[in-house]
């Protein structure tokens, strides 16, 4: 089992910046690929950022591709996302999510790729 841990939400304005964090505990941590995912109400689950194991690989969803980046401390066993030039249409509950996988360089950008979740997080932005 892996536990997730999300931390760093909160209330902004437009335009302002959050980091995010996720902490992992139970398993090996490099072993895991990360992702983070967000959901808002009345609406599926979506994918926001991906990172490889190694953390040489990432991948965005088009809708936060230069202004949010992911990235991973494995010696701290937690993952990173910075959000920048917030808008109100990222209002959401923020999901941490971990897959297990082999390659080192390996993306996940689907939920039913992933095994392990947090318990979210709410970010809101106000106009």
């Known amino acids: 089992q892996v536990q997730l841990v999300e931390s760093g939400g909160g209330s902004v304005q437009s335009g302002g910046s959050l980091r995010l964090s996720c902490a992992a505990s139970?398993?090996?941590?490099?072993?895991?690929?990360m992702g983070w995912f967000r959901q808002a109400p009345g609406e599926a689950r979506e994918f926001v950022a991906a990172?490889?194991?190694?953390?040489?690989?990432?991948y965005y969803a088009d809708s936060v591709k230069g202004r949010f980046t992911i990235s991973r401390d494995n010696a701290k066993n937690t993952v990173y996302l910075q959000m920048s030039s917030l808008k109100p249409e990222d209002t959401a509950v923020y999901y941490c999510?971990?897959?297990?996988?082999?390659?080192?360089?390996?993306?996940?950008?689907?939920?039913?790729?992933?095994?392990?979740w947090g318990q979210g997080t709410q970010v809101t932005v106000s106009s």
């Open positions: 999510a971990a897959t297990f996988v082999i390659g080192s360089a390996l993306v996940r950008t689907r939920v039913s790729e992933y095994d392990y």
């Open positions: 139970g398993r090996t941590f490099i072993n895991y690929a």
């Open positions: 990172i490889s194991r190694s953390g040489a690989s990432t």
